[in-house]
Every structure is written in structure tokens, then in C-alpha cells.
């Protein structure tokens, strides 16, 4: 689902042969299998989460039970360090970022990768005008409510860019992607998921308990066409090398 632009953006790095590869909440491994293919016998690759149970031990990458939060960077320094759909998550984000900029070698690339929703129009089709507006409400409440409820910044990805010059990267580079996701799918399910994880904060923004059930129902309805959050990708590097 956000592989392929992820791998995209990651192989504009060059030859990652004998590259030391760091990759940050790293869910089931798909990033650093992808990256530890490409780093070879030579190279390293280290995949951390706080919860590892999805990460395979014999898959050519390394594996590290890691909060990046409360514990330091694991050690360095690394050529590629590698965050999707973590950072924005992480009320301490810009401090984390400045950590990560500093574990860089000479020369090293720092990629973050988030969702900006602060764009609420994500509706592309819908079965009925009480399902659109019922998309439109849960959105309004992701960017109101839900999401920093939870110590998420709905502006974050479009300050990424900024961040990184702050901390004194240099050929900082952003891409913005988007695609459409048909109801059923795994990107129309996310809504499910973030639905499950923080239902009260849903409830506390003001949607009923039947209106998050029918949003449960309405996203595995193939007439129901959404659009993924704008995915922000932006790629920094420590100067030298």
C-alpha cells in the first residue's frame, strides 16, 4: 500500500551497498528487507519498533526492541535512517528528529515519511450523500480532534522540510504523494483502524457510537473511493562525505 512510493523515494539514494541502513518503527520489515537486500553482505540493517512481534529474525536485517522516544539513537553512525508514519505520532517529534539528524554519518540521508491531514476534501466517491457527509465529518474530527488527542500533529509533514534546514541539513528534498483507495481495500480500512485505536477520542469529538459503526461498514463498500492522506516524503543529509 505505501511500499512502492517509499521504495521509489528510497532507491533516489544511490547504490546502498555496504551502507549502514537504520529503519524506525518498522512494523512487519517490509522497508528493511527492501533496504537490507540493497545493503548486501557488507552493509547493515537495523529494524527497530517497541514492539517487534511482527519483524522476521531471519530476513538479512538485524532486529532491536527500541523506543526512540526514551532511548538513545541505537548505534551509529548511519548512512540512511529511514521513519515512515512514525514521527507524527511522537509529541517529542522535533527533538527525535534532531537526535536522528545528529546519528548521521558525513554525507548521511535522513527520510521522514508522514501524512499530512489537515486536507480534509478526501472523498473521491461515495455511495450516498449521507455516507459523503458522514466521511466528512469523520476527516473534520481526525484534523479537529481524534489525532491530537492523541499527540498527533495533523500539521507536522508539511513542516518536516523546515525542521530538517533547522537542524542544519542540506539537499533537504520533499515529494508529496497521493492515490486513490476503493472501499475494501487495506487503504479504506485504515479509517477502521484508527476508528478502533481511538474510538473515545471520536466519541469525545462529538460522532455518535452508530455513526462510527456505519463508518466501520461504509469502509469495506467498494463504492466508497477515498483518498490517502498527502503522504509527505522528505529525504535530508548531513553535510560532508
Known amino acids: 500500500m505505501l511500499d512502492g512510493p517509499t521504495e521509489s523515494r528510497l532507491a533516489e539514494l544511490g547504490d546502498l551497498a555496504g551502507r549502514r541502513c537504520l529503519e524506525l518503527g518498522a512494523g512487519a520489515g517490509s522497508i528493511a528487507r527492501w533496504l537490507a537486500d540493497r545493503a548486501g553482505p557488507t552493509g547493515r540493517v537495523l529494524a527497530t519498533d517497541v514492539n517487534t512481534r511482527y519483524l522476521p529474525l531471519d530476513a538479512g536485517f538485524e532486529v532491536l526492541r527500541h523506543d526512540i522516544v526514551s532511548e538513545p539513537v541505537p548505534d551509529g553512525p548511519w548512512d540512511v535512517i529511514h521513519a515512515r508514519l512514525l514521527l507524527v505520532h511522537l509529541p517529542e517529534r522535533h527533538e527525535v528528529l534532531r537526535r536522528l539528524a545528529a546519528a548521521l554519518a558525513p554525507g548521511g540521508a535522513l527520510v521522514v515519511e508522514d501524512f499530512e491531514t489537515t486536507f480534509r476534501k478526501g472523498l473521491l ?117
Do not use: C, K
Not at 466521511?135 to 513542516?159: C, K, L, N
Not at 530538517?164 to 541539513?169: P, S, T, Y
Not at 539537499?171 to 475494501?184: F, K, L
Open 125 to 241: 466517491a461515495a455511495p450516498t450523500p449521507e455516507a459523503e457527509a458522514l466521511i466528512d465529518a469523520y476527516q473534520e474530527s481526525v484534523v479537529r480532534s481524534a489525532f491530537p488527542a492523541h499527540g498527533m500533529d495533523p500539521t507536522w509533514a508539511g513542516r518536516i522540510h523546515a525542521a530538517m534546514l533547522a537542524e542544519g541539513l542540506v539537499d533537504v528534498d520533499t515529494i508529496v504523494h497521493a492515490r486513490s483507495w476503493q472501499g475494501g481495500t487495506a487503504g479504506a480500512l485504515l479509517i477502521a483502524a484508527n476508528i478502533a485505536q481511538a474510538r473515545d477520542a471520536f466519541l469525545d469529538a462529538g460522532m455518535s457510537a452508530a455513526q462510527l459503526d456505519e463508518l466501520d461498514r461504509l469502509t469495506r463498500d467498494p463504492r466508497l473511493v477515498v483518498r490517502n492522506p498527502f503522504t509527505y516524503s522528505t529525504i535530508g543529509r548531513r553535510p560532508g562525505g
